[in-house]
């Protein structure tokens, strides 16, 4: 049985249309990878984390609110985030920083080019 698969060019992450989410939402992303098996000192033990699955969430940005504010908002309702317009967004997985990118459209869909990948000594380096 053949696959459907879309091309997504290298680097960029697509999710489902935003429409409707609320801001910093998580949605689903493709990753386009060169494959572990690439990879310089990869062993079979690589492939057994290779299913696991990971969330993957793209923060627009963040704000406060009372919950009186919050219990005021209907539709229609504009929420200012802290973040301005163009600056770039952060991929998170389970949470964590991994990259940064800038919000681009691919086949009628959003879609993040990465323009800064986190570095594993600071991804450690985060965690303590």
Do not use: C, F, W
Not at 17 to 37: F, V
Not at 79 to 94: C, F, M, R, V, Y
Not at 120 to 128: M, S, Y
């Amino acid at each position: 049985m053949a696959e459907n698969k879309k091309h997504v060019p290298s680097g960029v992450a697509t999710g489902g249309n935003p429409a409707g989410s609320p801001a910093g939402a998580a949605g689903t992303a493709e990753l386009s990878s060169t494959g572990a098996k690439g990879i310089a000192g990869t062993g079979d033990n690589l492939d057994l984390l290779l299913d696991i699955p990971l969330e993957i969430t793209i923060e627009l940005g963040r704000t406060k609110m009372l919950i009186n504010d919050l219990l005021k908002l209907g539709q229609g309702s504009v929420i200012e985030l802290a973040k301005e317009a163009g600056d770039t967004l952060e991929i998170l997985a389970n949470n964590r920083l991994v990259a940064k990118g800038d919000v681009v459209v691919v086949n009628k869909k959003y879609g993040i080019r990465l323009t800064e990948v986190i570095s594993p000594v600071e991804r450690v380096e985060k965690l303590g």
